[in-house]
């Protein structure tokens, strides 16, 4: 068995291959990340492997190794996705006090990969990337949004002393005729009125973006959508960062990742737990986002939250109502999963 370990980069990438004890089998690689990536790094594999069965192990920096995972996937080998921690944990477990650099780093992935056999292996499903794409977008508009209404809502405040109210929705009619029938310089006037026009375009796109993601969404996750709190874009960022859910084989592996599990931290025989600052924060926006929805109008939740808060006050309450929303999104999801009917592609043999 042969496992190469990869240290990804936007312009090049290093690999390194090592037997099923974690030596190396021969010198780092380090290869373009272009178009002929993948035939170099098949013929390169060739002449070490022999024949052995190869498994790609790549650290989790799916930015710039997507194309890569998918090619090596799409050539019928198994790619596995290695923690940035741990391969750090390996990497100061294996090498020289100090020592860092690209081929070390990927001979900590390939050791990492060897002594964690239930890495998540990689998989390619065309419906959920098309999604994430659009969430990453919708994502980079809104922030741009953001940052555009701050200047409108800052300079109205100062030249007209009004504060406009939410400009993310139509309605923007009345502060443009608000600047038409206040006396102000026309540069000041010939500014704000561009803002406004580009909050409002930034609005038609992102309401495009989330009109799309509906589309997509509704029948990828028909029993996510019915869980109070979650909407078509909050489904559609489930989707995108969790992708095929049959790789969390329980809820608690998915509560892990997500970062609503608590970490245990006793010993002695004095059990304690603290909050996991880690995880997947996206992800854990969403279940934020929900349980304040769920707070409000969901009966259920409402009761929870008051049985807990006397002794875990409201932020303990509302970190246990997260993980029980973990455990009831893992049902659904695992529910519409068995209803799809596209083609996932998974790890194949090579022929």
């Known amino acids: 068995m042969v496992t190469v370990g990869i240290d990804p980069h936007k312009h090049v990438h290093v690999a390194v291959a090592v037997d099923a004890d974690g030596r190396r089998l021969t010198r780092p690689l380090t290869v373009k990340n272009d178009a002929n990536l993948i035939g170099v790094l098949l013929k390169w594999i060739r002449t070490i492997a022999d024949g052995t069965p190869v498994t790609w192990a790549i650290e989790d920096g799916r930015g710039f190794a997507r ?54 292996r990689h998989r390619i499903d065309e419906r959920v990337r098309e999604l994430r794409v659009l969430v990453d977008s919708r994502a980079g508009l809104v922030r741009r949004r953001t940052m555009v209404i701050n200047q409108p809502k800052a300079y109205t405040h100062l030249w007209l002393d009004h504060t406009p109210g939410d400009l993310t929705r139509p309605g923007m009619t009345s502060l443009t005729a608000l600047l ?13 009125i561009e803002m406004i026009r580009e909050i409002d375009e930034l609005n038609k796109r992102v309401r495009g973006h989330e009109n ?12 996510l959508l019915e869980i109070t709190g979650i909407s078509h874009v909050s489904a559609a960022v489930l989707l995108a960062e969790i992708g095929d859910i049959t790789r969390f084989t329980s809820s608690a592996k998915l509560a892990r990742y997500t970062g609503t599990a608590p970490i245990p931290v006793y010993s002695s025989d004095k059990e304690r737990y603290r909050l996991h600052r880690g995880g997947n924060r996206r992800l854990n926006s969403v279940l934020y986002t929900t349980s304040i929805v769920q707070q409000r109008f969901h009966p259920g939740a409402r009761a929870l939250l008051a049985r807990h808060e006397p002794t875990k006050g409201a932020p303990g309450a509302r970190r246990i109502l997260k993980r029980h929303l973990i455990d009831v999104i893992h049902r659904a999801m695992v529910h519409d999963r068995a209803s799809w009917q596209h083609h996932i592609t998974q790890h194949q043999v090579a022929t």
């Open 67 to 120: 194309r890569l995972a998918d090619g090596l996937l799409l050539a019928g080998h198994e790619v596995v996705w290695v923690p940035t921690r741990l391969m750090a944990a390996h990497r100061k477990l294996h090498a020289a006090t100090g020592s860092k650099s690209d081929p070390v780093d990927a001979v900590a992935v390939a050791h990492a990969a060897i002594a964690t056999p239930g890495l998540d």
């Open 180 to 192: 038409d029938t206040t006396e102000m310089s026309d540069h000041v006037r010939r500014v704000l």
């Open 212 to 223: 799309t993601i509906r589309e997509l969404a509704t029948p990828l996750a028909p029993a």
